[in-house]
Nanobody, 125 residues
Framework: VRLVESGGGEVQAGGSLKLSCDTSGRTDRHYCMAWFRQAPRQGREGVAIIDSYGAIRYGESVKGRFTISRDNAKDTTYLQIDSLSPEDTATYYC????????????????????WGQGTQVTVSA
């Protein structure tokens, strides 16, 4: 399975971005897709997850501003980010857990086996 993120860039505070994660090589219809982010000198933070049944969860720090969605025909996962602030500056990663659903509880990178290369989001004040 290969994941390729796109859609990052530089934006002013208050703006919006929509990130995309294109999946290829997936043959199992059960999966959990996730978005993580990692700011400089910080750990990787779980942002949002969506499973093959459409169940969605968000990290506490982004609820109300981030929206995860899927286009199953394109096998693409999206992350819409609104009301961006400089604190959202980070590298955003797409991750997949294939063959099973999402683990309960906090969105943890430990549960994900396949990762994209990341896309940088930079928000200026």
């Amino acid at each position: 399975v290969r994941l390729v993120e796109s859609g990052g860039g530089e934006v002013q505070a208050g703006g919006s971005l929509k990130l995309s994660c294109d999946t290829s090589g997936r043959t199992d219809r059960h999966y959990c897709m996730a978005w993580f982010r990692q700011a400089p000198r910080q750990g990787r933070e779980g942002v949002a997850i969506i499973d093959s049944y459409g169940a969605i969860r968000y990290g506490e720090s982004v609820k109300g501003r981030f929206t995860i969605s899927r286009d199953n025909a394109k096998d693409t996962t999206y992350l819409q980010i609104d009301s961006l602030s400089p604190e959202d500056t980070a590298t955003y990663y797409c991750a997949a857990r294939i063959g099973t659903g999402c683990a309960p509880g906090v969105i943890n990178s430990f549960h994900f086996y396949t990762w994209g290369q990341g896309t940088q989001v930079t928000v200026s004040a």
